[in-house]
């Protein structure tokens, strides 16, 4: 029998009525940039500090993300005592970030200091890009996009 396969080219005809069928269906891929994937609902993407309905942020620079993380990539350090603390610098490195989510899950504000957004389009040339400040992570997406497109 193995004999016969051989001379018949088996396989070979197998592979190719394979390849044949494939070619003739319906292409899967989504044409990128002018067709946007979107996130599913569970998706981490870039971290961002939320603000209360006053404006002020909600972060109480606790640091209690910073020790969450499992790779040390947040820095926070802040001023004043009790619930007028505030964080003074608050920055994230994003190049060696693991999109855990621990940091959120960490949070211990009613509501959630920080959230994962579904901004997945960060790419850049130089990787002091990916470090962000307290300015850019209270800033939105189209922020975040004249960031990464140079």
């Given at each position: 029998m193995g004999l016969v396969s051989k001379i018949l080219m088996k396989d070979l005809a197998i592979g190719l009525r394979r390849t044949i069928t494939y070619n003739y269906h319906k292409a899967i891929t989504m044409q990128y940039p002018k067709e946007k994937w979107t996130p599913y609902p569970a998706f981490r993407g870039i971290i961002r500090l939320l603000h209360d309905e006053e404006g002020n942020l909600k972060c109480i620079a606790c640091g209690m993300c910073a020790r969450a993380c499992p790779v040390g990539c947040i820095t926070v350090k802040g001023e004043g005592k009790g619930k007028e603390r505030k964080p003074v610098e608050f920055t994230i490195n994003f190049g060696q970030c693991l999109f855990c989510g621990l940091c959120v899950e960490a949070c211990p504000v009613k509501g959630k200091a920080i959230e994962m957004t579904s901004y997945?389009?960060?790419?850049?040339?130089?990787?002091?890009?990916?470090?962000?400040?307290?300015?850019k992570l209270q800033a939105d997406y189209k922020a975040w996009e004249r960031t990464f497109r140079k």
């Open positions: 997945y389009e960060a790419a850049a040339y130089d990787k002091e890009e990916f470090i962000f400040d307290i300015q």
